[in-house]
């Protein structure tokens, strides 16, 4: 099973690049200036985010360090341990809209301290796997076009992740609880 | 929303870390954190560029559109204000593919662009998100991901006996995830109302 998924994940991107710009050649498209012309908007696209970036990752940042995020993590808990979420795995529900190196490292960190074959392991995988980084995308799709009223779209975001959180302790449960 | 969520980050922030006795750890993280977000953009700008390149070969050689008449059933359903042949709906539907392929990297520029296209179709203000907008990042934040290949090589190092019995239960999560993202985008579409495209 793994080997497979290994073997596709190598050959992906290959294939893409070689069929793309065959299928455009057979079309008699000037495939060399036409490349060039779409990526020229690349550098213009990339810098229009940056403000954007900063103030949002600013913010998490302070969030974060400031242990303001544990005093949350902390509120939450007598919520949650009633439906089979054991506490360890909390920071890493907390964080995972807002950041997703740290995020990573949390389930790093307890895939290595619990086993990645453990409760704890399989739950925190799953989580990961689950999500994204919902105020990383919001931020950079919405600053790309220079949009700074988001309106309902991190409500739908964080109900989704919050579904997806409650079914991987489902599942999980389900399926891998000793 | 986004100003609360903001204001509220950083006003609490600043209180618990006075509360603990250690403001200075503010001044550091606000550093930290604007470095961490100049680097990530300019780290975009090297994929960013080659995979804008690659987008607008694959709409020129028709690739795009054919996705796009594939699976227009659904995005007829789920943007019905995206006229089916505007290339929105092309680098929506690229987005997308590359992000339950999980290539993240050809995924984000793919985005992107499917972005700037939704923000031609804008006919209201211009820094107001527009519902297709909405349904899009709603989509896209909780999208479907085949393999998870970022923890399965983690849980590898780790030596788990089967890394890849999570694929099952991830899915099934994402599933959830995105089905409820589907319901809740098209109640508050309706509940916001305006902004109509």
């Given at each position: 099973?793994?080997?497979?998924?290994?073997?596709?994940?190598?050959?992906?991107?290959?294939?893409?690049?070689?069929?793309?710009?065959?299928?455009?050649?057979?079309?008699?498209?000037?495939?060399?200036?036409?490349?060039?012309?779409?990526?020229?908007?690349?550098f213009?696209?990339?810098?229009?985010?940056?403000?954007?970036?900063?103030?949002?990752?600013?913010?998490?940042?302070?969030?974060?360090?400031?242990?303001?995020?544990?005093?949350?993590?902390?509120?939450l808990?007598?919520?949650?341990?009633?439906?089979?979420?054991?506490?360890e795995?909390?920071?890493?529900?907390?964080?995972?809209?807002?950041?997703?190196?740290?995020?990573?490292g949390?389930?790093?960190?307890?895939?290595?301290t619990?086993?990645?074959?453990?409760?704890?392991?399989?739950?925190?995988?799953?989580?990961?796997g689950s999500?994204?980084t919902?105020?990383?995308?919001?931020?950079?799709?919405?600053?790309?076009?220079?949009?700074?009223?988001?309106?309902?779209?991190?409500?739908?975001?964080l109900?989704?992740?919050?579904?997806?959180?409650?079914a991987?302790?489902?599942?999980?449960?389900?399926?891998?609880?000793? | 929303?986004?100003?609360?969520?903001?204001?509220?980050?950083?006003?609490?922030?600043?209180?618990?870390?006075?509360?603990?006795?250690?403001?200075?750890?503010?001044?550091?993280?606000?550093?930290?954190?604007?470095?961490?977000?100049?680097?990530?953009?300019?780290?975009?700008?090297?994929?960013?560029?080659?995979?804008?390149?690659m987008?607008?070969?694959?709409?020129?050689?028709?690739?795009?559109?054919?996705?796009?008449y594939?699976?227009?059933?659904?995005?007829?359903?789920?943007?019905?204000?995206?006229?089916?042949?505007?290339?929105?709906?092309?680098?929506?539907?690229m987005?997308?593919?590359?992000?339950?392929?999980?290539?993240?990297?050809?995924?984000?520029?793919?985005?992107?662009?499917?972005?700037?296209?939704?923000?031609?179709?804008?006919?209201?203000?211009?820094?107001?998100?527009?519902?297709?907008?909405?349904t899009?990042?709603?989509?896209?934040?909780?999208?479907?991901?085949?393999?998870?290949?970022?923890?399965?090589?983690?849980?590898?190092?780790?030596?788990?006996?089967?890394?890849?019995?999570?694929?099952?239960?991830?899915?099934?999560?994402?599933?959830?995830?995105?089905?409820?993202a589907?319901?809740?985008?098209?109640?508050?579409?309706?509940?916001?109302?305006?902004?109509?495209?």
């Amino acid at each position: 099973m793994l080997e497979v998924l290994d073997e596709i994940s190598r050959w992906v991107i290959p294939l893409l690049l070689l069929l793309i710009p065959l299928l455009a050649a057979a079309r008699g498209i000037p495939v060399f200036e036409v490349f060039v012309e779409g990526a020229s908007q690349g550098f213009h696209t990339a810098v229009k985010i940056i403000p954007y970036l900063v103030a949002m990752l600013v913010a998490i940042n302070v969030f974060r360090a400031s242990g303001a995020m544990e005093a949350l993590v902390h509120l939450l808990a007598p919520l949650l341990n009633p439906l089979g979420f054991p506490p360890e795995v909390l920071p890493h529900a907390v964080m995972r809209p807002l950041s997703g190196g740290a995020a990573l490292g949390i389930a790093t960190d307890l895939i290595a301290t619990h086993g990645p074959d453990s409760f704890i392991g399989q739950l925190v995988s799953t989580m990961q796997g689950s999500t994204d980084t919902t105020f990383y995308v919001l931020t950079l799709y919405f600053g790309s076009v220079g949009i700074t009223r988001y309106r309902y779209a991190i409500v739908s975001g964080l109900m989704a992740d919050f579904t997806s959180l409650v079914a991987s302790v489902y599942i999980v449960n389900k399926l891998f609880h000793p | 929303m986004v100003n609360y969520i903001w204001l509220g980050m950083i006003v609490s922030g600043i209180v618990v870390a006075a509360a603990h006795g250690q403001v200075e750890a503010v001044t550091r993280a606000v550093l930290e954190g604007a470095d961490k977000a100049v680097k990530t953009s300019l780290n975009l700008v090297a994929i960013l560029t080659f995979w804008l390149g690659m987008m607008r070969l694959a709409e020129a050689s028709g690739l795009v559109s054919a996705l796009a008449y594939l699976v227009r059933p659904v995005t007829r359903f789920l943007f019905p204000e995206v006229p089916p042949d505007h290339p929105a709906m092309g680098a929506i539907i690229m987005n997308l593919s590359a992000n339950i392929l999980g290539l993240g990297n050809a995924a984000t520029p793919m985005g992107l662009v499917a972005m700037q296209e939704l923000q031609k179709l804008n006919r209201g203000d211009p820094k107001t998100a527009t519902a297709s907008m909405c349904t899009f990042l709603a989509l896209n934040t909780s999208c479907l991901t085949l393999i998870p290949t970022t923890i399965i090589g983690i849980r590898t190092i780790y030596g788990s006996a089967d890394p890849t019995a999570i694929v099952g239960t991830t899915i099934f999560a994402t599933a959830c995830g995105m089905t409820m993202a589907v319901i809740v985008d098209r109640l508050l579409r309706h509940f916001y109302g305006r902004g109509v495209t």
